[in-house]
C-alpha cells in the first residue's frame, strides 16, 4: 500500500485496555508467516511478553469516542498489504484518513537496517559462538544474552525507536494481513536492570512529532495504554530508528541479534535436555537457516520445516492455556487431554530434532521410508505388462508375445499400484511424475521404450523422497530421472537390490543412497548435479558400477563448501562396504573423484598423478599404499577415468 493510504476501522475495532499476556520463553502466539523469515513477533513473542496489572481504566468516554472513529480496512485497500509491509521495513505506510477535530499521526521515520542481512554463515557462527554465547550451556544461553545485551546498551541511555506491537493492544478486531503490528514513534529511556528478566524491557514515551502507521490512532488511545502498561514496554519490540549516531547502530544489531536468537535459534527442550557442547547446536541451526536462506534446502521443504516449527509453538501455547485454565486438581478427562497435547509436542519435537540434522533425517537408517508391505505375486500366478501412455497403439505392443497379458495407463501412479511381482512397466515417452516410486516393495522392471531423454520422470515438490526402494530385486532402465524440490537422495536403496540400466539422474538434492545391507548396480547411465556425493555407500553395503558417467556433483548452492570433500562417489566404512568399479568417468566434481571414510589410525592422500598411467617414480609408494587400503576395503577399480575433480582424485581419510 503506497504511503498515505487510508484505512478506516470500525467503530467497536479499538480496545479500551490491554494489559498484555504472559509470555514464557521459547513460545510464541502465531502471528502470520513462520520467524525463519523475519516475520514480525506478537507481544506474546519469546521473552517480549507485557506482564501488567490493569488499573482502573482512565477517560473511558474518550476512549469511546476515539474508538467510533477508527473503522475498518476496506478490502480494496488491505489486497497485497500485508508482506509487502514485512519486507520493507524502510518507510511505514499510513493506513487511515484522520478525523478534522483529531492530531493527525505523522508517518513512522525508517527504521536502521540490520547488518546481519549481509553476514555470512561463518560470521554469524562467530558471532553467536564465539562472541555472545562464548561456550555456555543451554541453561546459562538466556543470562548470556542479557549480558550481551546490557553492555550494547549502556552505550547510550535515551534514544529514539519505534515500537512496534501487537494490534491486539489496541484493536478488538482487525484484518491481520491489513495491520500486521501497530508501531507508534517512542523515546527510549535505558535503566540499569536489578534481573534477567528486566534486561528485556525498557520504558518508554511518546516521541515528537506524533508519528504511527495508523494515521488516525488518538494520542490520548496511545497515552491510555502506555500508562496502563506503566510505560514499560518489551525492548525486542522496540526499534531504533535511522539518523541517530552510531552507538545506535550497534545497538540496533544488537537487538537484532537478540531477536534472531530467540525467533530461530533457541528450543523451548534446549535448557531440559543436557548438551555436551550447546555452541555446537547452535551453529548447526545457523547453518540450517542459511541453507533454507539461499536455496540448498528447496524452497517447498523448507516451508514444511518452518510449518512444523510454527505447528509445534501453536501446540505449546495451546497446553500452556489448557493447563492455566484449570482452577483445581484435574479431572480424568483433562488429565488425559493434557497428555494428549503433550505427546503431541514431544512428537513435533522430535521431528524438529531430526530436521536440525538434515543428512541424519534423510540418510539415518533408523529412520525407514517405506512402511508399505509387499504384495507378492497374483493369486493365479501371471504376470502383467502395463502400458503407461496416453493412448496404446498396436505399435507399442508389436514386440510383445501373443499371451503377454497387458493393461494400459495414463499415469504411472496407477500402474505402479496395480503392480505385483513379476510385473513390467513400459513407459512410452513423455513426462510423467508417480509418488510411488518412493514405495517400491515388489520385484518388477520399469522399462522406457524409445530415447531415454524423451522418457521424464520428475519427483513431486512436496515430497521428502523420489524413488526408494526396498524389493528383493527391482531394475529401471531406460529412463530420465529429474528431481525437483525432493531433499532425499534421488534413488534411496533402503535393502533388497536395485539395478539402474541406461539411465540419466539429475540430482537436486543428494545423489544415489545406498543403505547398510543393500545392494546397487548402475551400468551405462549418467549422474549429475547432486548437492553431496553422486553415489553414496554406506556401511555393510554393496555396488556395482560399470561405464557409468559421474560429474558435477557436490553442488551446493552456498557460499561455504569448503568442508566438504563429497564429489563423485563416498564410502563409509564400518563395516566396509563392497563396490566394484570398472570403465567409470568420473570428472568435475566440486569435491573429490572417490572418498573413503575410514575407522583407523592410518590417513592416505593420494594424489591424482599415482592414478595417471605417466606417475613418476617418485609416486609408487602411495601406489602401493592405495592398492593395500583398496584390498581391505573390499575395493575393486579397473579402467576408471578420474580427473578434474576439484579437490583430488581419491581421498582416504579417518572419521
Not at 526396498?470 to 529429474?482: E, G
Not at 592422500?605 to 592398492?627: P, R, T
Request: glycine share 6%; charged share 25%.
Amino acid at each position: 500500500m503506497a504511503s498515505g493510504a487510508r484505512a478506516p476501522v470500525p467503530e467497536d475495532s479499538v480496545r479500551t485496555v490491554s494489559p498484555g499476556r504472559r509470555g514464557e520463553k521459547g513460545v510464541s502466539a502465531p502471528t502470520g508467516d513462520s520467524v525463519a523469515v523475519g516475520t514480525l513477533k506478537s507481544a506474546a513473542s519469546p521473552v517480549r511478553a507485557v506482564v501488567a496489572s490493569p488499573r482502573p481504566a482512565k477517560g473511558k468516554a474518550g476512549r469511546e469516542a476515539a474508538r467510533r472513529r477508527l473503522q475498518l480496512l476496506p478490502a480494496s485497500q488491505a489486497e497485497g498489504r500485508g508482506e509487502g509491509a514485512q519486507e520493507d521495513e524502510d518507510e511505514e505506510p499510513l493506513l487511515s484518513v484522520p478525523e478534522e477535530d483529531e492530531e493527525e499521526a505523522q508517518p513512522l521515520p525508517p527504521v536502521c537496517v540490520s547488518p546481519m542481512r549481509g553476514m555470512w554463515r561463518d560470521e554469524k557462527v562467530a558471532l553467536y559462538c564465539d562472541e555472545v554465547l562464548q561456550g555456555c550451556k543451554a541453561e546459562d544461553a538466556d543470562e548470556a544474552m542479557s549480558n550481551y545485551l546490557s553492555e550494547k546498551l549502556k552505550l547510550k541511555d535515551k534514544w529514539l525507536g519505534v515500537w512496534r506491537t501487537n494490534p491486539e493492544l489496541f484493536f478488538v478486531k482487525y484484518e491481520e494481513a491489513s495491520i500486521p503490528f501497530v508501531g507508534i514513534l517512542v523515546e527510549v529511556t535505558c535503566k540499569p536492570h536489578q534481573s534477567l528478566s528486566s534486561c528485556f524491557k525498557v520504558t518508554v514515551s511518546v516521541a515528537e512529532p506524533f508519528s504511527s502507521n495508523i494515521a488516525n490512532i488518538p494520542r490520548n488511545l496511545v497515552n491510555e495504554i502506555l500508562e496502563e502498561l506503566e510505560h514499560s514496554v518489551p525492548l525486542l519490540e522496540v526499534y531504533p530508528v535511522e539518523g541517530q549516531d552510531s552507538d545506535i547502530h550497534d545497538i540496533a544489531l544488537a537487538l537484532e541479534v537478540v531477536r534472531f536468537f530467540y525467533d530461530f535459534l533457541w528450543r523451548d527442550w534446549d535448557d531440559e535436555e543436557s548438551c555436551e557442547n550447546y555452541t555446537a547446536l547452535i551453529e548447526e541451526r545457523i547453518n540450517l537457516w542459511c541453507d533454507i536462506q539461499d536455496g540448498t534446502i528447496p524452497g517447498p521443504i523448507a516451508q514444511r520445516f518452518k510449518k512444523t516449527l510454527e505447528k509445534y509453538k501453536n501446540k505449546r501455547v495451546e497446553l500452556i492455556e489448557y493447563q492455566s485454565n484449570i482452577k483445581e486438581d484435574p479431572s480424568a478427562a483433562e488429565a488425559v487431554e493434557c497428555w494428549k497435547k503433550y505427546y503431541e509436542i514431544v512428537m513435533l519435537c522430535g521431528l524438529l530434532k531430526m530436521w536440525e540434522d538434515l543428512r541424519l533425517r534423510v540418510h539415518g537408517p533408523f529412520f525407514p521410508r517405506i512402511l508399505r508391505r509387499r504384495k507378492g505375486k497374483r493369486d493365479f500366478g501371471k504376470t502383467i505388462t502395463h502400458i503407461v501412455a496416453k493412448v496404446m497403439t498396436t505399435d507399442m505392443v508389436k514386440d510383445l508375445s501373443s499371451d503377454t497379458l497387458l493393461q494400459q495407463h495414463d499415469d504411472l501412479d496407477l500402474a505402479l499400484d496395480s503392480c505385483y511381482s513379476g510385473d513390467t512397466v513400459v513407459i512410452f515417452p513423455g513426462e510423467y511424475q508417480a509418488v510411488n516410486l518412493a514405495l517400491l516393495t515388489d520385484d518388477i522392471i520399469i522399462k522406457g521404450i524409445g530415447k531415454r531423454e524423451e522418457i521424464m520422470i520428475t519427483s513431486e515438490p512436496s515430497h521428502d523422497s523420489f524413488v526408494v526402494s526396498k524389493a528383493d530385486n527391482v531394475k529401471l532402465m531406460h529412463l530420465s530421472l529429474i528431481q525437483q524440490g525432493t531433499v532425499d537422495g534421488i534413488v534411496v536403496v533402503e535393502s533388497g537390490h536395485m539395478t539402474l540400466e541406461n539411465c540419466i539422474l539429475k540430482c537436486e538434492g543428494t545423489g544415489v543412497c545406498v543403505l547398510t545391507g543393500a545392494a546397487l548396480t548402475i551400468t551405462d547411465s549418467e549422474i549429475t548435479g547432486a548437492q553431496g556425493a553422486g553415489v553414496e555407500l554406506y556401511p555393510g553395503s554393496i555396488a556395482i558400477l560399470e561405464r557409468n558417467e559421474i560429474h558435477h556433483c557436490n553442488n551446493l548452492r552456498t557460499s561455504d563448501n569448503s568442508k566438504s570433500t563429497l564429489g563423485g562417489v563416498n564410502m563409509k566404512v564400518l563395516p566396509a562396504p563392497k563396490l566394484k568399479m570398472t570403465n567409470n568417468h568420473i570428472y568435475n566434481n566440486n569435491g573429490y573423484g572417490v572418498s573413503i571414510l575410514q575407522p583407523t589410525e592410518q590417513f592416505f592422500i593420494v594424489a591424482e598423478e599415482a592414478l595417471n598411467k605417466g606417475a613418476a617414480s617418485g609416486d609408487k609408494k602411495d601406489d602401493s599404499m592405495l592398492s593395500r587400503v583398496m584390498q581391505n576395503l573390499n575395493l575393486e577399480m579397473n579402467n576408471n577415468k578420474i580427473e578434474a575433480n576439484l579437490k583430488g582424485d581419491i581421498r582416504i581419510v579417518t572419521s
